[in-house]
């Protein structure tokens, strides 16, 4: 069974930093686009920073500058520097990606919590 496993979210004071680690494992053949995405209470669950197979990135505004996303293709696991951190990067972070097995799929994992605090 392919799935996603997010780990690294946590408590951590305003200005601080934290790194999100996402791991797939099963019987992957491919894994092409993945992205992380963060959740806030009473609200949609919107993208943060996304990155393609071949490592191209994009992100949302307001974590230009300070956060980066990678990814290593031989372990199937991406990654989110988040650094800079604010109270308002409070929210449940989770990590997506399309991936190629028996089946093609997106899949998102279970998600981690990351709370700023000010």
């Known amino acids: 069974q392919v799935q996603l496993v997010e780990s690294g979210g946590g408590l951590v004071e305003a200005g601080g930093s934290l790194r999100l680690s996402c791991a797939a494992s099963?019987?992957?053949?491919?894994?092409?686009?993945m992205g992380w995405y963060r959740q806030a209470p009473g609200k949609q669950r919107d993208l943060v920073a996304g990155?393609?197979?071949?490592?191209?990135?994009n992100y949302a505004d307001s974590v230009k500058g300070r956060f980066t996303i990678s990814r290593d293709n031989f372990k199937n696991t991406m990654y989110l520097q988040m650094n800079s951190l604010k109270p308002e990067d409070t929210a449940v972070y989770y990590c997506n990606a399309d991936i190629v097995a028996s089946v093609r799929g997106i899949l998102w994992g279970q998600g981690t919590q990351v709370t700023v605090s000010s």
């Open positions: 990155i393609t197979s071949g490592g191209r990135t």
């Open positions: 099963g019987s992957i053949l491919r894994i092409n686009d």
